[in-house]
């Protein structure tokens, strides 16, 4: 079959597990939210597919959103390895956020319900991405209008977008598949999985992109050519993959899968909309100004009813530390560095994602020190989070790995300097003070609470104004100075405007939207000779 491709992108699918303000635990919400609505802003029509994960029966949440039965149904058997055959029934709301179409797949039927609107967003992943996979498949059958690219955000939507992709080609479309990596990993299942007898996805010879050649590969082959690994997987079948830093490009995807996805790879940084005059506005309307001690008033006041771990006492400089409480994110680091700063009072303003494990050791933690730490357990507003954020003298980032650190950049967004471990896209995104006069905090070795704890103690005692003598750094010593503050939280946020704010970022999502639209555009001509089905 001979195939076109597009001349430009006016209409782009995305599919997702998350999306900011409808089902999100972090910060691939948040990412997928700000491409879609950047992309919309500028005329591109945009769908955002995801599993509903039962967010459509929250009454509150239906009317926000104002979300509709768009009266779609793809009902019929899956065959599992026992031979058995399966019933499912998926039906859809739909929701229009700011520019932007979010299809939910729902389930119809109770078997499909225990998986699409499983509340929890990564139970059940396997069947969710699998059901999603089957319900794009129908949607595309039937759709009127195709889309010029298929963006997929991390593996959960990997089989979604192959899947589209080869419905668009069976109607003579090359449409270009950009494969979005988040956060690395993957499970690896048996060709069963991904086929049509599971997710969906028909076997057959189609054109791979390799970087130097297209290759005629049935789907089956290139999925065991990888082991079942799904994320290897869509690497493979797309166009243009996309990380979010070059340091995790670099170092994770190159370090898994080689360095030949050079070739066929690019960044893309989140941005960035907080602003910190916005914040200071909130805080000059409820405190009067951003005057001493008023970061313990909004403590008091804001964080009453939360559930918690310990407590502080009033007798240092506050320092705060955002995330999900994983052992990814390090804060057991964080807590153990605060016996090698005795100025620190950290305030751990965590999520809970029921890890049982790491809670209870890091509650121990917590409880070995007290009057030193605090650990929220529940998400509070985001004024009142933005506020201590802006009022705290810096933002610990202790993560063992981290993509891209979103939470660093909007720290300094709000003219907060970063301690954080010197990981993935923190190297990029945080400028140590010590070797950059511009610099914006301070990098640490991962996993070193004596490092960690050396650096937020100097940071403590430099942005309170404190003696310099008692900076343990000896390179921030000669930065010390009434002024130091000021100036280092004008240095964030002019950092931030310059390289993580809506204006830059579009225009690295431009290349790489046009990169596999390129990419595609070689398929289309390779297709006319060569006989792929």
């Known amino acids: 079959m001979e195939l076109f491709a597009p001349t430009s992108i006016s209409r782009v699918w995305?599919?997702?597990?998350?999306?900011?303000?409808?089902?999100?635990?972090?910060?691939?919400?948040?990412?997928?939210?700000?491409?879609?609505?950047?992309?919309?802003?500028r005329g591109v029509s945009v769908t955002v597919f995801m599993p509903s994960h039962g967010r459509y029966m929250d009454p509150l949440l239906r009317v926000k959103l104002g979300l509709r039965d768009?009266?779609?149904?793809?009902?019929?058997?899956?065959?599992?390895?026992d031979g058995v055959y399966y019933h499912y029934c998926i039906g859809a709301e739909e929701a229009r956020v700011?520019?932007?179409?979010?299809?939910?797949?729902?389930?119809?039927?109770?078997?499909?319900?225990?998986?699409?609107?499983?509340?929890?967003?990564?139970?059940?992943?396997?069947?969710?991405?699998?059901?999603?996979?089957?319900?794009?498949k129908a949607y595309t059958q039937r759709a009127g209008e195709l889309p010029d690219l298929i963006d997929v955000h991390d593996w959960h939507s990997v089989l979604a977008g192959v899947t589209v992709k080869q419905e668009v080609e069976r109607r003579g479309l090359a449409t270009p598949l950009v494969y979005t990596i988040h956060l690395s990993g993957s499970p690896s299942f048996p060709w069963h999985y991904a086929?049509?007898?599971?997710?969906?996805?028909?076997?057959?010879?189609?054109?791979?992109?390799?970087?130097?050649?297209?290759?005629?590969?049935?789907?089956?082959?290139?999925?065991?050519?990888?082991?079942?690994?799904v994320e290897a997987f869509g690497i493979q079948e797309a166009d243009v993959v996309v990380t979010v830093s070059v340091s995790y490009l670099r170092e994770e995807l190159f370090r898994r899968y080689g360095d030949w996805i050079a070739g066929k790879s690019c960044v893309v940084y989140n941005p960035v909309d907080l602003r910190v005059d916005d914040v200071e506005k909130w805080i000059l309307g409820r405190y009067g100004g951003l005057h001493e001690g008023v970061e313990w008033r909004v403590l008091d006041e804001m964080l009453e009813g939360y559930r918690r771990m310990g407590y502080l006492d009033r007798g240092g400089v506050l320092l705060v530390a955002l995330g999900r409480l994983t052992w990814q994110k390090g804060f057991d680091v964080a807590v153990r560095a605060l016996d090698y700063s005795p100025s620190a009072r950290l305030l751990v303003l965590g999520v809970?994602?029921?890890?049982?494990?790491?809670?209870?050791?890091?509650?121990?933690?917590?409880?070995?020190?007290?009057?030193?730490?605090?650990?929220?357990?529940?998400r509070i507003p985001v004024d009142v989070r933005n506020a201590i954020v802006r009022l705290a003298k810096a933002t610990v980032v202790p993560?063992?790995?981290?993509?891209?650190?979103?939470?660093?950049?909007?720290?300094?967004?709000?003219?907060?300097?970063?301690?954080?471990?010197?990981?993935?896209?923190?190297?990029?995104?945080?400028?140590?003070?010590?070797?950059?006069?511009?610099g914006t905090g301070l990098l640490v070795r991962p996993g070193d609470p004596w490092e960690m704890g050396v650096a937020m103690e100097s940071i403590a005692v430099l942005m309170s104004n404190g003696n310099p003598n008692a900076i343990p750094l000896n390179e921030l010593r000669s930065l010390a100075g009434a002024s130091v503050e000021s100036r280092i939280r004008s240095r964030c946020a002019r950092l931030v405007d310059e390289h993580f704010r809506e204006h830059a970022v579009y225009g690295q999502l431009e290349v790489c939207y046009e990169k596999a639209r390129q990419m595609a555009y070689y398929r289309a001509i390779a297709s006319h000779h060569v006989q792929v089905v």
């Open 14 to 41: 995305m599919a997702s597990f998350e999306y900011s303000g409808v089902a999100s635990l972090g910060g691939l919400g948040e990412a997928v939210r700000a491409r879609a609505e950047m992309l919309a802003r």
């Open 70 to 81: 768009i009266g779609f149904s793809e009902c019929g058997y899956r065959r599992g390895v």
């Open 98 to 136: 700011n520019g932007v179409r979010i299809v939910m797949f729902k389930g119809l039927d109770r078997v499909t319900r225990s998986v699409l609107d499983e509340w929890s967003i990564y139970s059940m992943a396997e069947e969710k991405a699998s059901l999603l996979a089957r319900a794009l």
């Open 195 to 229: 086929s049509q007898d599971w997710s969906g996805l028909s076997n057959g010879p189609h054109l791979v992109w390799r970087v130097t050649r297209h290759d005629v590969e049935y789907y089956s082959r290139v999925w065991d050519s990888v082991n079942g690994n």
């Open 352 to 378: 809970s994602i029921g890890d049982q494990g790491f809670e209870s050791e890091l509650r121990r933690l917590v409880e070995e020190r007290p009057g030193k730490a605090m650990v929220l357990l529940d």
């Open 399 to 438: 993560s063992r790995w981290e993509p891209f650190g979103l939470v660093a950049v909007e720290s300094m967004a709000l003219g907060t300097p970063v301690v954080a471990s010197a990981v993935g896209g923190l190297k990029e995104v945080v400028v140590d003070l010590r070797w950059n006069p511009d």
